[in-house]
C-alpha cells in the first residue's frame, strides 16, 4: 500500500496525453490574406502561363473532371482560351452515345428522384468505343485530351487511351496514397503504371506532403490537392476527413519543393476545389499551387453540360453518395466567367482579370513569383469595415 505522501507523488509524476494538445492549426482561403509588398507591376505584365505534364497552358486553369462541367465542346472552348479540360471516363460521355439526353434528365430532376437517376445512369457499362470516339473528338474541337479515372479502371483503360491519343492520364481517387493495402484485389501500383504508360500521369488527390513525396518518387507528372473542399462534394460530411486548402496546397507545395532540390525534376501541385472568387484562385497560388482546377465556378458556363447544374463524382454511390446534385446556374459564357466583363461585384466572373491584378499589385510578375508572396493569418479580413455590404 502505498502511504498519502508516495500517492501524492505518483499523482504528480503522472501525465495524461491528449489528442487535442496536439492537434495543429490548419487554414481556408477566409483564413488568410495576401500582404503587399515593396513593388507593383503592370496587370498586362503579368505572365499566367503554366504547364501540366508537358502541355502548355496559357491560363493556369483546368475544368474538373466532373460530367456536368466538361464535355467535349467545353473543353474545345476551354483549350481556345488557354486553358485544359479533363473528362472523366467513368462519366455519361463514356457510357451513352447520347450523354446529352442523359444529362438533361439529371438537371431537370426533381430533388427527392436524383440520386436514384444518378445510380441509375451510371450503371451502364463503360464502353472502349466511347472512349476512343471522345478522344477523337477532343481533337477535333482543338483540345488536348486530357482524360481521368480512379485507379481501378486506370490499370483497364490507361493503355487504351494512351494507344487513342490521350495526351495525359489523371488517375483520380478521394485520397491517393503511394501505398494502398486491400485484401480482395492487387492495387494498382503506381510506379509500375507511370512507367510503362507512354503518355504522362498525374495524381490526384492528397493534403499530405509524406504522401504527395511519395507520389512524386513513384513518377507523377502533376499532383492534385484537396480532399472533399468542392461545392457539390460532401466527403468532409460524410467521411469526416480533409483539410482546408491553404494548409493541403501549401504542404503538399514543400513536398515538390524538396523533390525538385533532391531530383531536379519540379512536379506541378494542382489545386482542385474550393476556389470560387477571383481571390480565392490568388490565394491559391500564393499557397504554392501551379494550377488551378475548378468545378462548379465553371458549371456556371453556357457551355457547361450540366445546365446550371453541378454533382460531385461520387455521387452516383448506390450505398453511400458523397456528392450532392446542387443548382449554380448558368451567368453566361465560359469567356465572361474567365475574362470578365464582371457583371457582378462578388469575384466570382473575370476570375482571370482578378487573378491577374491581384497579382499586378503584389509584383508577381510570374505564377513562381506569386507563389512567394507574403501570406498573413487574417481570418478578419473578409468582415472588417464591411458592415454595409453584409446590410445589402
Same mark, same amino acid.
Not at 476527413?241 to 515538390?256: E, L
Given at each position: 500500500?502505498?502511504?498519502? +505522501? ?15 494538445? +496536439? ?42 473532371? %466532373? ?14 482560351? /488557354? ?24 438537371? $431537370? ?32 474541337? /482543338? ?6 479515372? +480512379?485507379?481501378?479502371?486506370? *490499370? *483497364?483503360?490507361?493503355?487504351?487511351? $494512351? ?52 507520389? %512524386? ?17 460532401? +466527403? ?5 476527413? /480533409? ?30 476545389? /474550393?476556389? *470560387? ?116
Amino acid at each position: 500500500m502505498l502511504d498519502q +505522501t508516495q500517492a501524492s507523488e505518483t499523482a504528480n509524476r503522472r501525465i495524461f496525453r491528449s489528442k487535442v494538445d +496536439t492537434i495543429r492549426p490548419t487554414y481556408g482561403f477566409e483564413d488568410v490574406s495576401l500582404a503587399p509588398g515593396t513593388s507593383t507591376v503592370e496587370p498586362d505584365d503579368v505572365d499566367l502561363t503554366s504547364e501540366l505534364g508537358g502541355i502548355p497552358l496559357g491560363i493556369p486553369i483546368l475544368a474538373a473532371a %466532373m460530367d456536368a462541367v466538361v464535355d467535349t465542346r467545353l473543353a474545345g472552348e476551354l483549350g481556345r482560351l /488557354g486553358g485544359l479540360a479533363i473528362i472523366n471516363l467513368e462519366g455519361v460521355q463514356a457510357r451513352y452515345d447520347d450523354p446529352d439526353a442523359v444529362l438533361a434528365k439529371i438537371a $431537370a430532376a426533381a430533388d427527392g428522384e436524383v440520386h436514384d437517376l444518378l445510380a441509375a445512369a451510371y450503371a451502364e457499362p463503360i464502353r472502349e468505343d466511347l472512349i476512343a470516339r471522345r478522344i477523337e473528338e477532343l481533337h477535333a474541337a /482543338g483540345a488536348r485530351a486530357a482524360v481521368a479515372a +480512379t485507379p481501378g479502371a486506370a *490499370r *483497364r483503360f490507361g493503355p487504351f487511351c $494512351a494507344e487513342h491519343g490521350a495526351d495525359l492520364f489523371l488517375v483520380q481517387s478521394q485520397v491517393s496514397s503511394a501505398r494502398h493495402l486491400a485484401t480482395g484485389y492487387d492495387p494498382l501500383s503506381l510506379e509500375e503504371f507511370t512507367r510503362f504508360m507512354p503518355i504522362p500521369v498525374a495524381v490526384g488527390n492528397t493534403t499530405n506532403a509524406e504522401a504527395a513525396f511519395a507520389l %512524386m518518387e513513384q513518377g507523377a507528372a502533376a499532383v492534385f490537392v484537396g480532399v472533399g473542399p468542392g461545392a457539390a462534394c460532401t +466527403t468532409r460530411e460524410v467521411l469526416g476527413i /480533409g483539410v482546408p486548402q491553404v494548409t493541403a496546397i501549401s504542404d503538399v507545395a514543400a513536398a515538390r519543393d524538396a523533390w525538385y532540390a533532391e531530383s531536379g525534376q519540379y512536379v506541378r501541385v494542382v489545386a482542385d476545389g /474550393g476556389m *470560387r472568387r477571383g481571390g480565392e484562385l490568388a490565394k491559391a497560388i500564393a499557397a504554392g499551387a501551379d494550377a488551378l482546377m475548378l468545378g462548379s465556378p465553371l458549371a456556371r458556363a453556357e457551355e457547361a453540360p450540366g445546365r446550371g447544374t453541378n454533382w460531385g463524382m461520387a455521387a452516383p454511390s448506390p450505398t453511400l453518395p458523397r456528392g450532392t446534385r446542387i443548382r449554380v446556374g448558368t451567368v453566361g459564357t465560359l469567356e465572361r466567367i474567365l475574362f470578365g466583363p464582371a457583371t457582378v461585384t462578388d469575384g466570382s466572373e473575370n476570375l482571370i482579370g482578378a487573378l491577374r491584378q491581384s497579382m499586378a499589385a503584389l509584383g508577381a510578375r510570374t505564377i513562381g513569383e506569386m507563389q512567394q508572396v507574403e501570406m498573413v493569418y487574417a481570418p478578419s479580413v473578409q468582415t472588417e469595415g464591411k458592415s454595409w455590404q453584409r446590410s445589402r
